[in-house]
């Protein structure tokens, strides 16, 4: 299994996001190749997943643990086991960025 690359663009100092917390956060996410699959970053709109309840894939989730507020952070891979997997609408087998 791959690992979960994570790039620390711009500390902070505030609270830190953990299982349970609900976060408003930018993305975008996008295939290796850059291809876009999703981002309300690009409506300029948040989303607001509560971390733990499974309401973004795994290692988005595992990613973001830590984060802090005001802080900018990028998962740089996430290997497909900790993406969307088999058999969904996404693409398959598809490490992330």
Known sequence: MANLAIENIRSNEGASAGNGKVLA????GQLMDGTNLDG?????????????????????????????????????IIPLE???????????????R
């Open 82 to 96: 900790l993406a969307y997997g088999i058999g969904v609408s996404r693409p398959p087998h598809s490490t992330l």
């Open 25 to 28: 956060v930018h993305h975008t």
């Open 40 to 76: 309300p970053y690009d409506r300029r709109r948040l989303i607001e997943p509560a971390l733990g309840l499974g309401e973004v894939i795994c290692g988005w989730a595992l990613g973001v643990v830590g984060w802090q507020v005001s802080g900018k952070q990028e998962p740089t």
